[in-house]
C-alpha cells in the first residue's frame, strides 16, 4: 500500500530490467520528485536489497541526456542528430510512410524488432505483438537469449518451473553451471550461501573464475562451448558405477536404454580431451553429485551460446532424474521457473491475427536482412525498434550497421536515450520509465507475482509501450475493441486469475500489497517432481525427447505466438555433444589466423547495455577491459593495462588488456554492454561475434567466436 503525507509518499514497485531477481521496488517521492529508489525488505526472495546496477536508479529518471519529445532525424544516419516534431507528426509521418510501403511491397516489407528492454507483461518483450500481428509484418523471432535453453528444458522436462531457487538452502551439493550469480542472479546467491553455512558443497562450471566461481568450494574450468560432454561424460560415470536412481528412472523417465548409449560414447578420458577438465576431477564430480542428496543445479543461459548448446542443456537437465535429485526438497535443476504464471499469450500478442503463411525472420540474423546477404521477397523496408539495442547486442554488428545505413529503409526508434541503435533511425518516440509506468512484471528467477505502479508522472511527452501500440493502432485505422482495453482491463486478461496457482491473488490484492506467492508450495516443502508429473508428452522426464519428431524449434513467446514456420531440421532424440565451429581441432587454418576463444559475459554494473551511458555506472564497471592469461599477453608483449586491438575476420574493437589467471591459456574475456559510441573505436564485441544459430530454439553462439589480439 501507498503511504502518503503532503509532501512524500511511497510506492510500491518492482524491477523492470532483464533479470532473474525482478526486485520488489519501494519508490520514495517528495513535492512530485522520485528522489530513492530502495528494496522492500518483506520481500522473501530480495529481502530489500538492490543490486549495483539499481544504485542510482532515481537519478536515472533524471538524465539530462533522456529523450523526452518525438523527433525526427536532420543529419546523415549514424549522426544523433534530430530535432523535435509533435507527436502527431511523428505518427502521421509513420503512416505515410508504412502505407507506401504496405501499397508497393505489402505489410512483410515491415519488421519489428524487440526484446527485454523492459521486463512487463504490457512493456516488455511482448508489447508490440499484437499491434504488428494485426499489421501483418513479419514476425520476429526474438532469440537473443533463452530460447535455446528453454526450448530445451522443455523438450526434456516440459513447461515447469522446476526447482525453486529458494529452496537451494536446503541443498547439499549444488552446482552452479554457466552463470554468474553474483552479477546475474545475486538475490538468489544468499540460499546457496545458506545452504554452504549448514554444510553444503558449492561447485561453479565456468570457463574463467567469475566472482561466483572466488567464492565455491571448487571452481571447473571448463572449454567453452563443451558442457554437453561433460554432462554425458557424467552420466557414464553415474552409469558404470551404479549410482543410477533405478526405481526414479524406471517410473518416472523415458528413454534411458537410448540415454545409456549414448553417455557410452563418452568415456572420462575422452570427455577430458573434449573439455580440457582433467579426467579424476570428471570423475569425482560424478560421484559427488550423484551421492550427495539433495543435488541442485543451477542452469544458466550461457551454456546455451555455442552450435551444440541446446543438447548442452538438455543433457544437463537430464542429469536431475537420473539420480532421482527430484524426489528430495532443495534437489533437482532449475533454469527459468516463468513457467508457472498462468500468462495468456492468446491475449498479450494475439496470434490468431497473424495471416496463414507469414514468413519469420530471426532478430539475429537482422544484418543480414537489411544487406541483401539474405534473399527476401518482399525486402525489408522498414524497421521498428523498442525495448532492444541491435547495434550493440547483436552479433556482426558492423553488418547491422551497413544494413541500418541504407536510405531506402525507414527505421522507427522507441527509446529512453539516442542509443548507438536509435542513432540510425527516422523518428525518435519517447519512452517512459519505470516509476512512470504501470505493468505486472514477468518474472523468469522466482516465484513470486509483482504489480509495479507509476510513482510520478511521466516527463515531457514520453508514453508507455501499451499507450503507443494503442497509438499506432488507432493512426493505422484499427478500431478492435481491444485498443480501447484500459490497463486494468488489459492485465486481466493477460494472466488466467482462476488459475490455482493465482488462487486468492487479484489484481486489486497486488495493488495494496505490491507482491504476491504463487500457490506452487513454499521452498521448505516444494518437490514438483517427487512422484514425476512431468509436463511432457509423456509426463515423463524424457531422456529421448519425444517433441524431437518435430525438428528444431523456437517456442512461441518468442515469435509472438506463431507456430508456424519453425526452422524444422533434424534434432537428435537423444542429447549429443555438438562441437564448437571455431575450434583449433575443426578448422586449424582459422584457428592459426585467430588462436584465441573470446567470451562476452554480462557486465557487473551494466544489464545489457542499460546504464552504460549513466556515469556513475560507467565508473563502477569501468571501460572496456580484456582479460588474458600472463603466457598469452607475454607472447604478444603485452603488458598490463595496455591497450590492445581485437579483431577477426568479421570485426574489431579496442580494449585495456588485465592480465590474470582467471583465464586460462588460449581464452580471453571481456564484458558485453559497453555503448559502441563510447568505446575507443565506435565498436564493441558484437562486431566480432558471428551471426550462426544453436542447434536449438534458434540461440545465438557468441560463445564460438574466435580472435586476434594486438598490442596497439
Not at 527476401?376 to 550493440?392: A, C, E, H, M, R
Not at 551471426?691 to 594486438?710: F, I, K, T, W
Amino acid at each position: 500500500m501507498s503511504v502518503q503525507s503532503a509532501e512524500a509518499k511511497t510506492v510500491r514497485g518492482a524491477c523492470p530490467q532483464d533479470c532473474p531477481d525482478t526486485c520488489a521496488f519501494i519508490y520514495h517521492v517528495e513535492d512530485g520528485k522520485l528522489v530513492e529508489v530502495t528494496g522492500d525488505p518483506a520481500h522473501p526472495m530480495t529481502r530489500g536489497g538492490l543490486c549495483v546496477k539499481l544504485k542510482d536508479f532515481a537519478e536515472h529518471h533524471y538524465n539530462p541526456d533522456r529523450l523526452l519529445y518525438p523527433m525526427k532525424r536532420v543529419g546523415p544516419k549514424g549522426s544523433g542528430k534530430y530535432e523535435r516534431i509533435s507527436w502527431d507528426e511523428a505518427l502521421s509521418t509513420i503512416k505515410s510512410k508504412w502505407t507506401d510501403i504496405i501499397d508497393q511491397y505489402g505489410s512483410q516489407a515491415i519488421m519489428p524488432h524487440a526484446y527485454l528492454g523492459n521486463q512487463g507483461t504490457a512493456n516488455g518483450l511482448t508489447a508490440g505483438d499484437a499491434f504488428f500481428n494485426r499489421l501483418g509484418s513479419t514476425v520476429a523471432e526474438k532469440t537473443y537469449c533463452e530460447s535455446g535453453s528453454s526450448t530445451a528444458w522443455v523438450m526434456t522436462v516440459g513447461p515447469t518451473g522446476g526447482l525453486d531457487v529458494e529452496s537451494l538452502a536446503y541443498a547439499k551439493y549444488i552446482i552452479v553451471w554457466g552463470m554468474n550469480m553474483v552479477s546475474t542472479n545475486l538475490h538468489a546467491w544468499p540460499f546457496v550461501l545458506e545452504a554452504k553455512s549448514k554444510g553444503a558443497k558449492i561447485v561453479v562450471i565456468d570457463p574463467y573464475k567469475s566472482r561466483t566461481a572466488k567464492q565455491a568450494d571448487w571452481h571447473i574450468a571448463i572449454k567453452p562451448g563443451t558442457d554437453a560432454a561433460l554432462a554425458l561424460g557424467m552420466m557414464n560415470v553415474i552409469i558404470q558405477e551404479g549410482h543410477v536412481d533405478y526405481d526414479y528412472v524406471e517410473k518416472y523417465t523415458l528413454g534411458y536404454e537410448e540415454l545409456k548409449a549414448r553417455a557410452a560414447e563418452f568415456p572420462v578420458e575422452r570427455v577430458s580431451e573434449i573439455t580440457g577438465i582433467p579426467a579424476t576431477d570428471i570423475v569425482k564430480l560424478a560421484r559427488e553429485y550423484a551421492t550427495t542428496p539433495p543435488a541442485a543445479i543451477r542452469e544458466g543461459v550461457a551454456v546455451e551460446r555455442c552450435p551444440g548448446g541446446g543438447d548442452a542443456v538438455r543433457a544437463i537437465t537430464c542429469l536431475p532424474a537420473l539420480i532421482g535429485a527430484w524426489r528430495h526438497v532443495g534437489g533437482g535443476a532449475v533454469e527459468m521457473p516463468i513457467y508457472e504464471f498462468p500468462m495468456s499469450v492468446a491475449h498479450v500478442s494475439r496470434p490468431n491475427w497473424i495471416r496463414p503463411g507469414t514468413r519469420v525472420i530471426n532478430e539475429l540474423d537482422l544484418g543480414a536482412a537489411l544487406t541483401g546477404k539474405m534473399k527476401l521477397d518482399p525486402p525489408i523496408k522498414s524497421v521498428f525498434v523498442y525495448n532492444s539495442n541491435p547495434v550493440s547486442q547483436a552479433p556482426d554488428a558492423g553488418e547491422l550497421v551497413r544494413g541500418l545505413q541504407r536510405e531506402d529503409l525507414f527505421t522507427v526508434c522507441s527509446e529512453l536515450f539516442i542509443t548507438d541503435t536509435a542513432k540510425y533511425a527516422d523518428i525518435l518516440l519517447p519512452s517512459t520509465m519505470q516509476a512512470e509506468q504501470y505493468d505486472i512484471m514477468v518474472t523468469w528467477g522466482h516465484l513470486y507475482i509483482m504489480l509495479n505502479q507509476p510513482a510520478i508522472p511521466a516527463p515531457g511527452e514520453c508514453v508507455a509501450n501499451i499507450d503507443l501500440f494503442r497509438r499506432l493502432a488507432k493512426t493505422m485505422g484499427f478500431d478492435d475493441d481491444y485498443w480501447d482495453l484500459t490497463d486494468d482491463e488489459w492485465l486481466t486478461l493477460a494472466y488466467d486469475w482462476k488459475s490455482p496457482a493465482l488462487e486468492g491473488i487479484t489484481l486489486d490484492i497486488l495493488k495494496k500489497d505490491g507482491w504476491k506467492r504463487l500457490n506452487v508450495g513454499m521452498p521448505e516443502v516444494r518437490a514438483p517432481h517427487a512422484e514425476g508429473n512431468f509436463k511432457t508428452p509423456s509426463g515423463k522426464c524424457e531422456f529421448k525427447s519425444s517433441m524431437a519428431e518435430g525438428g528444431n524449434m523456437v517456442l512461441d513467446v518468442w515469435r509472438s505466438g506463431y507456430t508456424e514456420m519453425q526452422v524444422g531440421g533434424y534434432v537428435d532424440p537423444v542429447p549429443n555433444y555438438i562441437a564448437p565451429v571455431e575450434v583449433i581441432d575443426g578448422a586449424p587454418e582459422k584457428s592459426a589466423q585467430f588462436p584465441l576463444n573470446l567470451l562476452s559475459p554480462k557486465p557487473h554494473a551494466f544489464l545489457n547495455t542499460q546504464y552504460g551511458n549513466e556515469a556513475p555506472q560507467m565508473k563502477r564497471q569501468g571501460e572496456q577491459r580484456i582479460m588474458i592469461n600472463p603466457s598469452d599477453a607475454a607472447s604478444r608483449s603485452i603488458t598490463n593495462g595496455a591497450y590492445v586491438r581485437v579483431f577477426n575476420q568479421r570485426g574489431t574493437f579496442e580494449a585495456k588488456a588485465d592480465l590474470t589467471d582467471d583465464v586460462g591459456a588460449g581464452l580471453i574475456v571481456t564484458n558485453v554492454g559497453h555503448w559502441p559510441g563510447l568505446n575507443r573505436t565506435g565498436t564493441a564485441v558484437n562486431s566480432t561475434t558471428a551471426p550462426r544459430h544453436a542447434n536449438l530454439g534458434q540461440a545465438g553462439v557468441y560463445s564460438d567466436n574466435r580472435v586476434e589480439v594486438e598490442r596497439i
